[in-house]
């Protein structure tokens, strides 16, 4: 139906007549051309397609339908695949961030009409994504951002559209904190940096960010008292400040107004029509950052202080009042120098009004605001720091402002109580803290337990605390709930335990125990109990009952609740609590019903009760039911439990379990530790797995009583007070015992270390005569190797015959025992076990009918595949003997010994060895072997550098120790320390060949002919064909020659005849091995007497005084040559002496006037 003219717009252009009916329509009259808008005109071509979805996907079309005007600067559909084709992305991910999207669109677009010939007059071109448009115009072309306009000037009815050929890309746009930094704003950004905040604004979480100028850090810093910005910036409440300018997610320039905000840090920011908060103004909007907005503030804002909150609250008036009576606002309000933070347990008006009403000495408010203890009560209600209430719980007790006085939280961590009172309102945030409010005014206690206790009268508790050690503990800082019993409770006690008074009762052993049992750690008020168990302190738990207001401990009535003390609370009690005695854990537990009957057997309970004068406490080490029953099945005479609880000795037997005194596991002492019993004690070790008794482990430690502790075991302990030694004595094993003492291990076996020992009868030492090629006993006693055989009888620790299982054991001397069981019979290395279980304090004896022998070096050779050839040489030379145990004497030896490899390598590399067999039929083979033999024992540990004397004199093998490990002549160990019962065996991967012949026959096999018949000459032969160790230098034939001459001689015998000549040759020697490897410059001793001669080390070789070796290292038996062409003369005047001769005489005059002729005819250098 037709409308009146004034209600209908076209386009926003009203109508300008009536409608004017016609006969196929109407025809309305307006006062202005429509044109499309900028929306429609991207629509219309065919190349934009992609800008129009994209204006639609970012909600962009409302905007740009609109009045306008706006000038669309339109990117083309090929210049979006260009850009998607750089950014690496897919149309749909580009405009799947919508916001984005939206900022890229709005970089095409200026919120005025821009023509082609606007852009030479300088016209406004930021877009709506508040960046600057660069409009050039070159010729009659326009380029915007660079970009060229590829058509120009489409108008619309909102505005002006142009086509350009590339997306504008938006500018990098910088996080807030790298706004801040840009626009100058350095304090801020100190201040962000210094409370932490600058990873939250540099962030992917939307922040707006309220900045304030420099100076105006610098006015706020004078105001709050702070001096200057260095120390405003170590404020306390630096974050909480600075969080109350920061809003979450962007709040635009424009919605600022008339608004109120919710600030990060929780108070609001509430702004006017004018855009200020107080005196705060907000001089500049909208600075975009990727991560939010930046809003200029001409001074920092300061959120409300606790003075603000607590006067503005109506409940809590009263609050605000004392405070200010007591002269503590100022430390709560602007400015508080230094900026401390603080939780307030806040009173409302109600709890104040009912503190006047339930005490009589205050009248009314007035009166309460004149207390002279107001400011202690306020300053109890004040914790520093600010403690939200989801955290209350897990920071008891809290120190308050009070100079000694805590608060104590309990409850849930949703419902938190402090001193037993719950919170009616919580967490409301201060610039300055936090405020939770209370219905009850909390009064402050300064008296620890023990004088609060003194101060309810329970004077025979506070005199056993003391008897106990625990005054210091209960005075102390550690919250505690104490079970106080009253006088009267103590004094009936003294009958319970069997005490004559009082005095008798405080003097028991267990007190401490008993007190213990009254304490639990933490502070609990009554309303914090529930039913269950709380944990003494005592380690024993005490048993609550909580039904609704009645709470009972061990089933007794707390008739005095809730006395506060700083550090805890006190309830009294009208009885002692006694923790469970000995006899009660041990009732209580059906594995240890055999040692409960046993002791009542024996009559040993009543010592364990509580009822025992004099309160003693013991360690019982417990054995189980099973235990006892392995004792009825081991032993005859035990026919059944009957018998056992009938023996004679069962209270001596059970008195051995028995330790006087509290030892926990943790507390027990390797050694030799008093029982009950009148003589014997345990024997205490402590290996890895844990503590042992008698060689036996532990099944259960610490398991608590009231009276002291027990330990549960699987084995019956039988009382033994002789050693091993003497264990084996008394059982006759007599040349078992004079082996021990002739290899020196009788006071390893009668010491405290705990063993297993299989010892020979005497028959067996008798028979094993034969078996070591041994004429009689004493031949055998007297044995190199006893100690190796009689260490193979020894095994660590306590193994009872019942716990020996099939399979190895490892013996004291290194090699394995092997264990047969079957059929109930134990036999280790075939040798029955005829007489088991010998007790002694130190371990057990197991009575063998033979002697065992560990494996023999050939056994232990011929067992390993890679010594098959030397086992073969061994048998080829004729030395297999040596090396078994049929050898008289029972000497030690150290095989350094070569694999099968080492020997074929040694077959390719001599040529005059065709074969294996050729190397098994080398005349001095056994020479080869036995070079490879050291007499003794000689672990590689223990290996020391320098030479070592084999089974082939002279020759000697050379030991070096380098970083890597030790070498023989050279060669590394492949494998060291493979034990044997007559020695040990290092394997090698070379077979070493020996040097037998002396210095003198290796000179003379080296054509030294004048070198030899110089030795002969001085008499040296003799020496150089000795056994000891020498290094020569020796000159060459050609050296002597020229040494005639020079030495003004004729002939070469002339040259020996001089008296000098034995002191020259001489000076050739040094008494000891030298190889070029072992020069480190210097000067060594030689067999002259005063001379000494000069050795240095260079590349590839050496030199002595000078002269350089032509010919090194040649090895000889006894020592090593090194050839030189020059003999060399010893100098054996002193330096005077030299000066003297070379005509100094003033400088030796010098020497003498100075004193120090003396000393340069002396022997140091």
């Known amino acids: 139906r037709p409308l009146p003219s004034s209600e209908v717009f076209v386009d926003g252009v009203a109508l300008a007549t009536s409608p004017s009916q016609a006969g196929n329509g109407v025809v309305n009259a307006i006062d202005k051309l429509l044109m499309p808008n900028v929306v429609e005109v991207a629509k219309s071509s065919r190349n934009t397609t992609a800008l129009v979805e994209a204006l639609g996907n970012a909600e962009l079309v409302d905007t740009l339908t609109g009045p306008g005007p706006f000038t ?28 984005g999207l939206a900022q890229l669109l709005k970089k095409h677009v200026v919120p005025s009409g821009i023509m082609v010939a606007d852009a030479e007059r300088g016209v406004p071109s930021t877009t709506l994504a508040r960046e600057e448009l660069n409009l050039t115009k070159t010729g009659s072309d326009l380029y915007v951002d660079g970009v060229l306009v590829s058509r120009a000037d489409l108008q619309s009815g909102n505005g002006v559209v142009h086509t350009v050929e590339a997306v504008l890309e938006l500018a990098p746009t910088p996080t807030l904190v790298e706004l801040a930094t840009a626009q100058g704003f350095t304090h801020l950004v100190s201040a962000v940096a210094k409370a932490g905040l600058t990873p939250e604004l540099n962030g992917m979480t939307k922040y707006t960010l309220f900045a304030p100028r420099n100076d105006a850090f610098e006015i706020a810093a004078f105001a709050l008292g702070d001096g200057d910005f260095a120390d405003f910036l170590d404020r306390p409440d630096l974050r909480e400040i600075l969080e109350y300018h920061m809003v979450a997610g962007e709040m635009d320039g424009s919605g600022l107004a008339n608004s109120t905000f919710a600030s990060v840090h929780g108070a609001d920011l509430m702004f006017d029509d004018a855009m200020m908060m107080g005196w705060t103004t907000v001089t500049r909007t909208d600075l975009r950052a990727t991560n939010g907005l930046m809003h200029v503030v001409n001074e920092v804002m300061l959120p409300p202080s606790l003075m603000d909150v607590l006067t503005g609250d109506t409940t809590l008036k009263v609050l605000a009042a004392a405070l200010s009576a007591a002269n503590l606002t100022e430390m709560f309000g602007w400015p508080n120098q230094g900026g401390a933070m603080y939780t307030v347990f806040a009173p409302t008006d109600a709890a104040f009004q009912a503190l006047i009403d339930g ?119 550690d919250q505690y709930t104490v079970f106080a019993p009253n006088n ?32 639990a750690y933490g502070k609990m008020m009554t309303d914090d109990f529930v039913t269950g168990e709380i944990m003494s302190e005592q380690w024993t738990t005490i048993e609550v009952k909580a039904d609704g207001a009645e709470v009972l401990v061990n089933n007794l009535e707390i008739f005095d609740a809730n006395a506060k003390a700083v550090n805890g609370v006190v309830h009294t009690l009208g009885e002692v609590m006694l923790p469970p005695s000995l006899v009660d854990v041990l009732s209580a537990d059906d594995d240890l019903s055999v040692l409960v009957t046993a002791l009542m057997a024996a009559n040993l309970t009543e010592m364990f009760e509580w ?30 439990s009957e018998a056992l609880l009938a023996m004679p000795n069962l209270a001596e037997i059970l008195k051995f379990h028995l330790v006087a005194g509290k030892v926990m596991a943790a507390n027990l002492m390797a050694g030799e530790v008093d029982t009950l019993h009148p003589t014997a004690q345990l024997m205490v070790a402590l290996p890895e797995s844990g503590p042992t008794i008698n060689g036996r482990a532990l099944e259960e430690t610490d398991i608590l009583a009231g009276n002291g502790v027990i330990h549960k075991m699987d084995t019956v302990l039988m009382p033994v007070t002789r050693t091993i030694g003497e264990a084996a004595a008394q059982e006759g094993l007599t040349h078992f015992v004079a082996a021990l003492e002739m290899a020196e291990l009788l006071a390893l076996l009668n010491g405290t270390d705990q063993y297993t020992v299989f010892a020979p009868s005497n028959a067996a030492f008798q028979a094993v005569v034969d078996a070591l090629g041994e004429e009689d006993l004493a031949s055998v006693l007297a044995r190199a190797d006893l100690r190796e055989i009689l260490k193979y009888h020894v095994i660590s620790g306590q193994t009872p015959a019942e716990d020996l299982v099939a399979g190895e054991v490892q013996s004291e001397q290194g090699a394995s025992i092997e264990v047969e069981a079957a059929d109930g019979e134990k036999m280790v290395n075939g040798a029955e076990i005829f007489d088991a279980d010998i007790q002694a304090t130190n371990g057990l004896v197991h009575t063998l009918g033979q002697v065992m022998l560990p ?177 020569v230098f020796a000159p060459n034939n050609s050296a002597f020659e020229a040494a005639v001459a020079a030495l003004g001689e004729d002939v070469l015998a002339g040259l020996m005849d001089r008296p000098d000549f034995p ?85 030796v005059s010098a020497l003498d006037a100075a004193n120090l002729t003396d000393l340069l005819n002396g022997t140091d250098q």
Request: charged share 20%; net charge negative.
């Open 488 to 519: 009267a409770a103590f004094e009936a006690a003294a009958t319970n335990l069997g005490e004559d008074n009082l005095a008798g009762v405080l003097a028991r052993a267990d007190i401490s125990e008993i007190m213990k049992y009254h304490l």
């Open 1063 to 1147: 002191e020259i040759l001489k000076y050739h020697v040094v008494p000891m091995k030298v190889t070029v490897a072992d020069l480190d410059g210097g000067q060594i001793a030689t067999l002259h007497p005063t001379a000494r001669i000069t050795v240095a080390a260079v590349e590839g070789g050496g030199s002595v005084d000078g002269e350089m070796f032509t010919a090194m290292n040649i090895a000889a038996g006894n020592g090593v040559i090194h050839k030189i062409e020059r003999v060399l003369m010893p100098v054996t005047m002193t330096v005077v002496e030299v000066a003297a001769e070379e005509g100094l005489t003033h400088f």
């Open 611 to 640: 009822a025992n004068t004099g309160g003693a406490l013991y360690t019982v080490v417990a054995p189980t039911n099973s235990a006892f029953q392995a004792l009825i099945n081991r032993e005859a005479d035990i026919a059944d």
């Open 72 to 99: 669309v600067f339109a990117p083309t559909n090929a210049a979006f695949e260009a850009y998607l084709a750089k950014m690496a992305m897919t149309f749909d991910e580009l405009q799947a961030d919508k916001e």
């Open 855 to 1031: 494996p023999s070096l050939m056994d232990v050779l011929s067992a390993d595949e890679e010594f098959s050839f030397l086992v073969s040489a061994l048998a080829a030379a004729n030395l297999t003997e040596m090396f078994e145990w049929a050898n008289t004497g029972g000497a030690l030896y150290t095989v350094f010994a070569p694999t099968s490899a080492a020997f074929l390598a040694m077959v390719d590399a001599d040529n005059e060895i065709a074969d294996s067999d050729a190397l098994l039929a080398l005349p001095d083979l056994a020479e080869i072997l036995t070079y490879h033999v050291v007499p003794g024992k000689v672990m590689a540990a223990n290996l020391t550098a320098g030479s070592v004397d084999t089974l082939t004199p002279p020759a000697q093998l050379t030991v070096a120790l380098p970083e890597s490990g030790a070498t023989i002549n050279g060669n590394a160990l492949a494998a060291q320390d493979i034990m044997a019962g007559n020695g040990v065996i290092h394997k090698i991967d070379a077979v070493l060949r020996p040097v037998t012949r002396t210095i003198v026959e290796k000179a003379a096999e080296e054509g030294l002919t004048h070198f030899v018949s110089a030795l002969e000459a001085a008499n040296l032969t003799d020496l150089l064909n000795g056994t000891d160790q020498y290094t």
């Open 359 to 477: 005490d009589d000495s205050i009248a009314d408010e007035d009166a309460l605001l004149a207390m002279p203890n107001l400011p202690e009560i306020l300053k109890y209600h004040v914790v520093p720091g600010k403690v939200m209430a989801a955290d209350l719980t897990s920071v008891s007790p809290l120190d308050t402002l009070h100079p000694v006085a805590q608060l104590t939280v309990a409850g849930r961590p949703d419902q938190p109580t402090v001193d037993g009172a719950g919170l009616a309102a919580e967490d409301i945030i201060a610039g300055s803290g936090v405020i939770h409010k209370m219905d009850v005014v909390l009064m402050p206690v300064a008296m620890t337990v023990v004088e609060v206790a003194a101060e309810e009268g329970l004077t025979h508790f506070v005199s056993a605390l003391d008897a106990a050690n625990l005054t210091d503990l209960l005075n102390g800082t």
